[in-house]
């Protein structure tokens, strides 16, 4: 029998939620600011967000490194910081990243229950090159211990690409309450929905992750035979900027407000303006500095730092973050965060 968690999981997660996928608050000497990730979380908390994943790929899967030792800590704290400064009367998606072979990922299953999240990104990047049938043994252990969000993540920054019988066998698994689809590609992303639609369950909520398309993904109807479905809501590392923004996109979309076209057009900024902040002309490698980016401008950060100090932004990635932040000003909250950044800060 599903427990609780689960149902109520699903109940929220398929009203369409704006879900961020949260950065890690570094100084610039890389130590990690316990001030600014909490400001960071009450920006996010009072612009709407409907959940946030914590320890996904936004974070950095270095947080999980022996010399870092952050994964533990960060997923603690964040999680009772939501708990003190969210409205406790309306339901939140508390999501937290899982990695690692099936070992390590109970584990950190484990750790994340105990601290009141209620579902688990799973991530497979550990499992580059293994076979469908060790995926899935592997998902379904990890299912045992926290309900799972299925997680298609690209092959550009750690991912790895799944057929469609690797999804048909997915969602036999009970505990799967929803799934990320962020291959940034179509056909991979027909293939999540299509064994979804073929599998018989309306359990399963679909969100996107594909930042290259957001508004498309969720506003099409995908039909299989008698079955249509949609892409409910979004779980995006786009998302982690300009939260207010694409709060108000998602509830238009929600009440069926706007004109075709104009969503058409507004799709295009938003893909432009995730590709300079994604670093999409260099295969996504300054994709976690260019979100710091945008969050330092803000005040949101103190810095841009990764983990790792080489990571950093391309070369002209910064000149094409000035552009689209110049030419997208609807798509960022500045006037929101400039009228609250002080009192997130405080402790």
Same mark, same amino acid.
């Given at each position: 029998?599903?427990?609780?968690? /689960? ?8 009203? +369409?939620? =704006? ?56 997923? %603690? ?16 998606? *508390?999501? !937290?990243?899982?990695? +690692? ?12 229950? *105990? ?10 990047? !550990?499992?580059?090159? /293994? ?10 252990? =990890? ?33 799967? =309450?929803? @799934? *990320? ?16 639609? %073929?599998? +018989?369950r309306d359990d399963i909520i679909l969100y ?33 900027? +300009? ?9 238009? @979309? ?13 799709? /295009? ?54 552009? =689209? ?23």
């Amino acid at each position: 029998m599903e427990n609780i968690e /689960a149902i109520n999981l699903r109940k929220h997660l398929v009203k +369409g939620q =704006v879900i961020p996928a949260v950065p890690l608050a570094l100084e610039k000497d890389g130590t990690w600011s316990q001030k600014y990730q909490r400001a960071l979380l009450r920006y996010y908390l009072e612009s709407g967000a409907g959940g946030l994943a914590i320890g996904a790929h936004t974070m950095q899967f270095e947080i999980r490194d022996p010399k870092h030792k952050l994964f533990e800590p960060v997923l %603690e704290f964040c999680s009772a910081e939501i708990d003190r400064h969210r409205d406790s009367r309306n339901t939140f998606a *508390k999501i !937290a990243g899982i990695c +690692g072979k099936t070992r390590d990922a109970k584990k950190e299953a484990n750790f994340a229950m *105990k601290h009141g999240y209620n579902a688990g990104l799973l991530s497979l990047a !550990a499992f580059e090159g /293994a076979s469908d049938k060790v995926m899935l043994t592997h998902c379904q252990k =990890v299912s045992e211990v926290i309900p799972l969000i299925g997680f298609y993540l690209q092959p550009a920054i750690g991912g790895r690409k799944y057929s469609y019988a690797f999804w048909k066998e997915f969602v036999k698994i009970e505990n799967v =309450v929803a @799934i *990320k689809i962020a291959p940034f590609n179509r056909y991979g992303t027909l293939d999540v929905v299509r064994a979804v639609a %073929e599998s +018989g369950r309306d359990d399963i909520i679909l969100y996107t992750g594909n930042d290259d398309n957001i508004i498309h993904d969720l506003l099409t109807p995908f039909q299989f035979g008698e079955t249509t479905l949609r892409i409910m809501g979004g779980l995006l590392g786009q998302w982690a900027i +300009g939260t207010k923004s694409a709060q108000e996109t998602m509830r238009k @979309i929600r009440t069926g407000g706007g004109a075709t076209g104009e969503w058409a057009r507004q799709n /295009a900024e938003l893909t432009d303006f995730n590709s300079a902040i994604f670093d999409a002309a260099n295969d996504f490698k300054g994709c976690i500095p260019g979100i710091n980016e945008m969050l330092h401008r803000e005040g949101l950060l103190p810095s841009t730092r990764c983990l790792n100090p080489k990571e950093v932004l391309s070369p002209g990635q910064k000149e094409e973050i000035d552009r =689209v932040s110049r030419a997208y000003r609807v798509l960022q909250d500045t006037p929101f965060i400039e009228h609250n950044l002080e009192r997130w800060l405080e402790d």
